[in-house]
């Protein structure tokens, strides 16, 4: 049986972790990428498997709409890793530290479902395994925040909880296209993390380091992938 799997942000820390995962499950990986120089490392990495590569900014439905419309395929799984972590930048409000985090990892997720379903009107004969790569900070209370010392990480914490709000909106919305599964990551070892991690710092709040990508890929594949 042919199994096919799609992946945001494939050449973000996460993204990238889940390929060999796929790969060593026999699934065929295609995945969405902006980052071009990054893509031809993982090309020369993977050159001899069944690894292909989709460009999208994950900023506009059509363009995803017109790439699933010409390559019709059943797909096994999709994971939507795209986003990053981070601080809210002290310089902009609240409101636009939300609205900036929500953009980055919220927006790139309505937009590929949106895609999706415009391609796809017809649901397919099996639901479609649907990965929405979230964080445990989605429930923390805005007590925990302040107790916890991520008052300065409100954007990326509603991000968070907007992911998680969005995932009980597709299951609801699409219960015959897609199995939703919110993955609530706790720490993953990426580039966004390492950073994370020195700036908080600077404030007197310390994180352990994560996981490795891979490590974390490995894991998640076992709960969600035959």
């Known amino acids: 049986m042919e ?17 060999k995962p796929f790969l060593k499950r026999m ?20 050159a001899n498997a069944d690894l292909q590569f989709v460009y999208s900014t994950l900023e506009d439905s059509t363009q ?4 699933f419309v010409q390559h019709p395929r059943t797909y096994t799984c999709i994971v939507l890793a795209a986003g990053r972590p981070g ?11 939300i609205a900036n985090f929500d953009k980055d990892n919220v927006e790139n997720k309505r937009v590929f479902v949106k895609a999706f379903i415009k391609a796809y009107p017809t649901p397919p004969k099996e639901r479609i395994k649907l990965v929405l ?11 925990e925040i302040q107790q916890k010392g991520f008052n300065n990480q409100i954007g990326y914490i509603y991000a968070m909880r907007s992911i998680y709000t969005f995932g009980q909106y597709i299951k609801e919305k699409y ?19 390492i950073g994370l991690r ?26 969600i992938a035959a």
């Not at 601080?87 to 530290?97: G, H, I, T």
């Not at 199995?179 to 580039?191: A, L, R, S, Y």
Request: one cysteine or more; aromatic letters at 8%.
């Open 3 to 19: 199994k096919n799997a799609f992946i945001t942000g494939i050449t973000g820390g996460i993204g990238e972790g889940l390929i």
């Open 27 to 46: 699934y065929t990986v295609y995945g969405q990428y902006r980052n071009e120089k990054k893509r031809l490392e993982l090309a020369q990495k993977y």
């Open 64 to 67: 995803l709409e017109s790439y």
């Open 87 to 97: 601080l809210d930048d002290p310089e902009v409000s609240r409101e636009q530290n």
């Open 133 to 143: 790569i979230c964080s445990h900070v989605a429930k923390l209370t805005d007590e």
């Open 175 to 193: 219960p015959e296209y897609f199995e939703v599964i919110i993955e609530m990551t706790d720490k993953v070892e990426t580039k966004g993390l």
């Open 198 to 223: 020195e700036d908080l710092k600077k404030d007197g709040v310390v994180i352990d380091p994560g996981s490795d990508p891979e490590t974390y890929g490995e894991e998640l594949l076992t709960k």
